[in-house]
């Protein structure tokens, strides 16, 4: 019964917009607009009628459909909004009217930090061919919304600004002119859920790395923060080439809505990151200055800002300092524990690249150049644990950073008897999921930093 309805329903749909189709071919575009809207009315009372439905059923399948009837409403919005200007700019014939379309056509719209790496912009510029010559930024002074991304109609007189951050995101249907046509998605119901949740808070700041480098770190603190309070500092890497960690974009990953937030909101901790070297949106020189110098130059930044952070005043010093990576953050932990004296006491390296040998042959050659004898030796070998206290994670199934990586970790800290902790799991990938699997490393990470690295009982 529920997949004839269903198919009733696809049916009518489609009924409706051949009919738009032959309408558009046979009138005026103005006439079009009433029955544009009556048509959207009517979609909006299917929606009704599917709402209630999935009230009364309970199935998934329904919210399937409601997201297919919301993509299709988005695209005849913004095809009802092409046509329509096209069909304005064929009647008029006006020569400031032409003057406005060659400028559409000689304008180049991108994204831009707009000096600042952690922010994304939507801005224009002229191209010579153009009146307006001067870049232009539509999104600076958004309230809210300090990174975005964009997605433009056909005639590029419209387009779909999403704001990413650094409040929750939401999307409207915007013209280039600036004004705003409509809400998209404004996710009052995130809005609503997140206001009742005692969430860590973020603060942003400019660091001196070393090597005459400045980059931004962030930091998260635990709720309910009082001034005074000191707490465990615990920081999170990643630092691949070209990727960025820190930005004002919405915490919907790593930092924010999972495992590091319970830590922060449980237990009381004080979670920092920092992008070093060789990462994004700082320029060429910063980009390209661990050119076949992996996990060098990264891994002295994070002992930097690390030495930074514990002077904070909301840091407890007494406390061990702790550092957390996954995969190429990962690696970046196992080369901090083997090369740091005095900032990091505790490490946790999960799905850890540990040896170029053991990566992907194209990406180890792009980043570190064709192996030569002694070429990035200390990067690649440094091992020296003594006095740390670390934990490795691996996958035996991982066809990504391959287990091998953490299997030659493994054997060089035992026969260098080295202590240290271990968690392998069986036929798992680089995710680390499946069955529990997720809970139990993360339970597992947890008690780590509680009990070994914290004392706390």
């Known amino acids: 019964m529920m997949m004839m309805m269903m198919m009733m329903m696809m049916m009518m749909m489609m009924m409706m917009m051949m009919m738009m189709m032959m309408m558009m071919m046979m009138m005026k575009m103005k006439m079009m607009m009433m029955m544009m809207m009556m048509m959207m009315m009517m979609m909006m009372m299917m929606m009704m009628m599917m709402m209630m439905m999935m009230m009364m059923m309970k199935m998934k399948m329904m919210m399937m459909m409601m997201m297919m009837m919301k993509m299709m409403m988005m695209k005849m919005m913004m095809m009802m909004i092409d046509d329509d200007d096209d069909d304005d700019d064929d009647d008029d014939d006006d020569d400031d009217d032409d003057d406005d379309d060659d400028d559409n056509d000689n304008t180049l719209y991108y994204l831009t930090t707009n000096g600042n790496p952690i922010e994304r912009h939507l801005a224009r510029v002229g191209t010579p061919a153009a009146r307006q010559k001067e870049a232009v930024c539509l999104t600076c002074g958004t309230p809210g919304c300090s990174y975005v991304a964009a997605s433009f109609s056909d005639n590029a007189r419209y387009y779909v600004l999403h704001c990413l951050g650094p409040e929750v995101p939401s999307a409207t249907l915007r013209a280039v002119d600036g004004d705003t046509v409509t809400s998209l998605e404004d996710n009052a119901e995130l809005k609503s859920r997140l206001s009742q949740k005692e969430l860590p808070t973020r603060e942003f700041m400019n660091v001196d ?46 930092g924010m809505l999972n495992w590091l937030t319970h830590v922060m909101s449980s237990h009381g901790i004080v979670v920092a990151s920092v992008d070093g070297r060789g990462t994004a949106s700082r320029g060429d020189q910063f980009r390209y200055s661990v050119y076949r110098r992996q996990f060098t130059g990264e891994v002295d930044d994070q002992i930097n800002t690390g030495r930074f952070f514990k002077q904070m005043k909301y840091v407890d010093k007494t406390q061990k300092a702790a550092i957390f990576g996954w995969s190429y953050g990962g690696g970046m932990v196992s080369h901090v524990m083997g090369t740091d004296k005095d900032v990091f006491d505790c490490g946790i390296a999960v799905a850890p690249v540990t040896h170029k040998a053991y990566y992907d042959t194209a990406y180890s050659e792009r980043f570190m150049g064709f192996a030569t004898p002694g070429d990035n030796k200390a990067g690649y070998e440094a091992k020296n644990f003594e006095n740390k206290t670390y934990l490795i994670a691996h996958g035996t199934a991982d066809d990504n950073v391959h287990f091998m990586n953490a299997a030659q970790v493994i054997k060089a800290l035992t026969e260098a008897e080295v202590q240290f902790k271990q968690l392998i799991y069986i036929d798992k990938a680089h995710s680390i999921t499946g069955k529990h699997t997720r809970r139990h490393l993360f339970r597992a990470l947890t008690d780590f930093l509680l009990k070994d690295c914290w004392n706390r009982k």
Do not use: C, D, H, W
Not at 218 to 240: A, C, D, M, R
């Open 209 to 254: 790395i070393g090597g005459g480098f400045k980059s931004q770190a962030e930091i998260f603190l635990p709720p309910n923060y009082k001034e005074g309070n000191k707490y465990p500092l615990l920081v999170y890497t990643y630092g691949g080439p070209n990727s960025q960690r820190v930005s004002k974009r919405f915490p919907m990953g790593p």
